[in-house]
């Protein structure tokens, strides 16, 4: 993520707490923060594709396939 990025979602946040935003600036915030949560989630993804389990049997497994969701 971009530094100016960041910047500005801490710039609005600040301002959101001294003064308030307008609607302009709640969409733009709003909109930040979606593409910064969603680079968050991307990031954690990848780290937990790194990521392996050991299993009672011994067997070693990733991560995301060990604690699968099953479908119901």
Same mark, same amino acid.
């Given at each position: +993520?971009? =530094?100016? +990025?960041?910047?500005?979602i801490?710039?609005?946040a600040?301002? &959101? &707490?001294e003064?308030?935003?307008?609607? %302009?600036?709640? %969409?733009?915030? /709003?909109?930040?923060? =979606?593409?910064?949560l969603?680079e ?5 993804? %990848?780290?937990l *594709?790194?990521?392996? #389990? &050991?299993? =009672? *049997?011994?067997? #070693?497994v990733p991560?995301?396939k %060990?604690? /699968?969701?099953? *479908? &119901?």
């Open positions: +993520m971009e =530094k100016e +990025m960041i910047s500005r801490n710039e609005l600040k301002k &959101k &707490k003064q308030g935003l307008t609607e %302009a600036e709640q %969409a733009e915030q /709003k909109k930040l923060y =979606k593409i910064y969603g968050i989630r991307s990031q954690f993804s %990848a780290t *594709d790194n990521v392996s #389990v &050991k299993e =009672k *049997d011994g067997s #070693v991560f995301k %060990a604690y /699968k969701k099953e *479908d &119901k």
